[in-house]
């Protein structure tokens, strides 16, 4: 009886150690207010994805902040931009935490900063604390929830970090019960002819189908018949929504079979910092400069390194001959299991139709070094500068008569740019005092000009960009009004 009780109770101390240690490696949420997403993990943004989730704080500043698990805060950042005020903590189980866009931190940690700031005679500072100067306990007080930093509205950027690697991790792995009922919606579809003499319904541009449905069930509006010829991407405007929200999010993955084949899939569990300016080639780039919309790729450019991709599986581009029916079927899915389908026919149907031919073009491929080298302009692509190879566009337009150079269109801006470019542009007509005043500026369509900054010598200004377009440079000659 004396051995049973013994065994009883060393159990019971093995079941309240698990119990205890489960505990204290799980996350606690970071607000004590009811949970709702306003952005999810890997949301597709301006030239990055969304590093963390972003949970609503009532519309409200001043929401109180707790830390999610114990553990030691090793950075704190006050900027005017980006997350604003930010704090880093550091956890036991490999994990870190960011709390983004806070009001304000608590009283000894706003003291310390408050103090480093006077110290540094700098609002924005990026410090390192002693891991001893403050240990957290899991649920403690940390910050005051705001909208710092690069922020549209009151609300808690959070993520969860791989510590050794400061990967970025999908956090709502580790948070299963935030509600999520709801499939991904999808809205258009669109089909590619990537082939130099194939088209999607006799066209050598992309086309654009509208999907309609409910629930998880979808098909093409109207049922188009869809005639295409050579090798075929696809690609997908699609959101996610959670209960209780309205804002839309991103999905978790997608899968592309064709003839009931799987050939191409995506997840997003992780994604490295040094990843993020890729998602520029997994998106169509010129759909979301051209109209605003930011639709997945469903097939892999070749300059494109992420590792959100089953390498398993194809590059997602496959071939449709002359007479061929080839039953495409997309499904994409969140981290709760909801999923949403849609299936449509490709025919096959042969017409030679070539791409136009691009005037003043030259061919860039996307693995080697590229120049261009005229009278008045230097450009210069480094290797890895773009995703695929194209034919690469340059016209010099007449100086106008508010630059102090010709305008060099470079190409078009629905083109990406992973690394940054060189131009040099040479100049025309720049008086000596207005050097100081000058710089290459990026002209739009409509004329607006954005700075792209500048070093003059011997008659030239050098700058690097992301970006390519319409380039000149022009002087800053009007001062400042008070009104």
């Known amino acids: 009886m004396q051995i049973i009780n013994k065994n009883i109770y060393f159990l019971l101390f093995v079941f309240l150690s698990l119990k205890i240690s489960a505990q204290s490696e799980s996350f606690s949420y970071p607000v004590k207010i009811p949970v709702f997403l306003s952005a999810n993990f890997c949301e597709l943004r301006p030239n990055h994805f969304h590093g963390g989730i972003d949970i609503k704080t009532e519309q409200r500043i001043g929401v109180p902040m707790y830390a999610a698990m114990e553990g030691f805060i090793y950075r704190i950042v006050v900027s005017p931009g980006g997350y604003g005020n930010a704090l880093y903590i550091e956890h036991p189980n490999g994990k870190s935490t960011v709390y983004g866009h806070l009001d ?80 991904p919606r999808i809205y258009s579809v669109l089909v590619y002819p990537l082939s130099e003499t194939g088209h999607v319904n006799f066209a050598s541009f992309p086309q654009k189908y509208q999907v309609a ?83 997945h790729r469903m097939w892999q450019l070749p300059g494109n390194q992420l590792k959100i991709y089953r390498k398993d599986l194809t590059n997602g581009i496959f071939d449709v001959e002359d007479g061929q029916n080839r039953k495409v079927e997309l499904v994409l899915s969140d981290l709760a299991g909801n999923t949403s389908t849609v299936r449509f026919t490709l025919k096959g149907s042969f017409r030679e139709i070539r791409k136009p031919e ?109 970006t390519l377009g319409r380039y000149a440079v022009v002087a800053d000659t009007i001062p400042p009004v008070i009104n």
């Open 213 to 295: 449905g409910s629930g998880n069930s979808f098909s093409l509006a109207k049922s188009p018949q869809i005639e295409v010829y050579g090798k075929i991407g696809i690609a997908v405007n699609t959101n996610d929504f959670y209960d209780g929200s309205h804002n839309p999010c991103g999905i978790y993955s997608a899968e592309l079979k064709v003839d009931d084949n799987l050939i191409f899939a995506f997840t997003f569990d992780r994604m490295p910092f040094s990843d993020t300016r890729y998602m520029n080639s997994h998106i169509d780039y010129s759909e979301s400069v051209d109209r605003g919309t930011r639709i």
């Open 358 to 466: 691009m005037a003043n073009s030259r061919f860039f491929p996307y693995d080697e070094e590229n120049f261009l080298v005229t009278p008045d302009l230097e450009f210069f692509a480094p290797k890895g500068a773009f995703y695929d190879d194209f034919y690469f566009r340059y016209d010099s337009l007449p100086r106008a008569t508010t630059t102090y150079s010709a305008l060099h269109q470079i190409h078009n801006d629905g083109t990406p740019v992973h690394d940054a470019v060189t131009l040099r542009i040479k100049t025309t007509g720049l008086p000596e005092h207005s050097i100081g005043k000058a710089f290459i500026a990026k002209i739009s369509v409509n004329g607006y000009r954005s700075y792209s900054g500048g070093k003059y010598s011997d008659g030239w200004f050098t700058t690097e960009t992301r």
């Open 104 to 183: 304000r931190f608590r009283d000894d940690i706003q003291a310390y900063v408050k103090e480093e700031q006077y110290r540094q005679k700098s609002f924005a500072v990026d410090l390192s604390p002693d891991k001893e100067q403050f240990r957290i306990e899991k649920e403690e007080l940390i910050a005051f929830g705001g909208n710092s930093g690069s922020s549209g509205g009151p609300h808690l950027h959070f993520e969860i970090r791989d510590t050794p690697t400061q990967d970025a991790l999908n956090p709502l792995a580790f948070y299963p019960d935030i509600r999520d009922n709801i499939p």
